[in-house]
């Protein structure tokens, strides 16, 4: 325990020094993972409690970031509690603070004993309630209102577990049967998502290394539903990795895909995720805002644009984007964004249609997007979301599913006014 405590103490320390967790994507240490990732997504009541057990503050953000770490630990773990202040005192040695090992021991030992009245005080703060930066905070009120306090609340929670079946290899009936045999739970969510209430590794997932099931959260599920490829078509998803998305296109029908991204590295976990689904895409590593350099000149019949974005609707499963991020950051992924719809537009043919996707809960990168998109150009007519449980596109996250925003977009013919 002593080694994932240092280990996530650092890896928190990184991110509030501004480093992604996206470097430790490959980190196989479920402990470490678990760790960083709780201690992130509580971090705003951690650090009021620390305020409280170091009126003075924590010298090093390091230190600060291995009390959040046990903190996090004691309120939210079934870890007995001797042993995680104990492994807490010697990580702090590791850390090379021998002289505020003490410290530690004392710090978190007042928390066992005061507990209710640390948290307490601690949630009078937003921050300290909510755990996300004020900034965060007002900004959900300011657009939303009273549901801003249910938007924070999903931030603070365990990521939910949802199933895709691939209809390619089996139906989806006959998965249910497979996990039963499994005795894995799941309830389904309409139209045609499989929810698990207890999350399981994926190599419990019966026929996931055949390619018979994927992970995909419920809302990310409407993607290529609402895209309603049709056999025959050419279909582009232009931010495509990790694929899981161009992947359910590729489920729905039998359609030439071309599957690009701007970064290599993650395509070729696309094309790995194809290869166990049996689907065939064209992968290619460029900038979609720049077609000129991989497009063949080919207009298409349908476009996903899972454009770049704050991840404000995500952020229960990349809880260091709320610590990273900054007020002056939406109007720069705004303009990203409406720099890909307006170079993606022409590749589009007559009487096609383009999905617009986000995972934010942020207007400025949804509504706003669109609504200057459809003022730049004449060719284009909003399309009703057929099924979507909102009919403004806004998908706000809950226990059940994560935050998306969709916008579908029709080209008008040539015959059209």
Avoid at 4 to 15: D, F, H, L, N
Wanted: aromatic share 6%; hydrophobic share 45%; with cysteine.
């Amino acid at each position: 325990m002593r080694i994932a405590q240092a280990t996530s103490a650092r890896r928190v320390a990184e991110v509030l020094a501004g480093k992604s967790l996206a470097y430790a994507e490959g980190e196989t240490d479920a402990v470490v993972r678990d760790l960083t990732s709780g201690t992130l997504r509580h971090l705003g009541t951690l650090r009021a409690v620390i305020v409280q057990l170091a009126p003075r503050g924590v010298a090093d953000p390091l230190l600060e970031a291995l009390l959040a770490v046990g903190l996090y630990q004691l309120q939210h773990t079934r870890a007995a509690t001797h042993a995680i202040v104990d492994q807490a005192v010697a990580a702090a040695r590791n850390l090379g603070f021998e002289r505020a090992a003490g410290f530690v021991n004392a710090a978190l030992r007042r928390f066992l004993r005061e507990r209710d009245v640390l948290l307490a005080t601690a949630r009078r703060d937003p921050e300290g309630r909510w755990s996300h930066p004020r900034w965060w905070i007002d900004h959900l009120r300011a657009q939303y209102g009273d549901a801003a306090d249910g938007i924070l609340e999903v931030g603070a929670m365990h990521p939910p577990m949802a199933l895709r079946v691939n209809r390619r290899r089996i139906e989806p009936e006959a998965y249910r049967r497979l996990l039963a045999e499994q005795a894995i739970e799941w309830i389904d969510l309409p139209p045609d998502t499989l929810l698990l209430p207890k999350p399981v590794p994926v190599r419990r997932l019966p026929g996931f290394a055949e390619g018979l099931v994927s992970v995909q959260d419920a809302g990310a599920q409407w993607a290529a539903r609402l895209l309603a490829p049709a056999d025959g078509m050419r279909v582009l998803d232009a931010c495509a990795a990790p694929g899981g998305k161009a992947a359910h296109l590729l489920e729905l029908a039998d359609v030439q895909l071309t599957a690009l991204d701007a970064d290599a590295r993650r395509l070729e976990s696309a094309q790995r995720n194809f290869d166990r689904l049996g689907l065939t895409a064209r992968c290619i590593a460029a900038d979609a805002r720049r077609p000129d350099a991989w497009w063949d000149g080919q207009r298409f019949d349908r476009i996903l644009l899972d454009a770049p974005c704050s991840g404000s609707g995500i952020v229960r499963r990349h809880p260091d984007a709320r610590w990273l991020r900054r007020p002056t950051d939406l109007a720069g992924f705004a303009a990203a964004q409406g720099a890909l719809l307006d170079a993606l537009w022409p590749l589009l043919g007559a009487g096609g249609t383009l999905l617009y996707v986000t995972c934010s809960v942020f207007s400025e990168e949804n509504s706003g997007v669109i609504s200057a998109f459809l003022a730049r150009h004449a060719d284009v007519r909003p399309m009703p979301l057929e099924g979507f449980p909102a009919a403004d596109g806004r998908l706000l996250p809950t226990a059940a599913h994560d935050g998306f925003f969709y916008a579908l977009l029709g080209k008008n013919d040539a015959h059209s006014p």
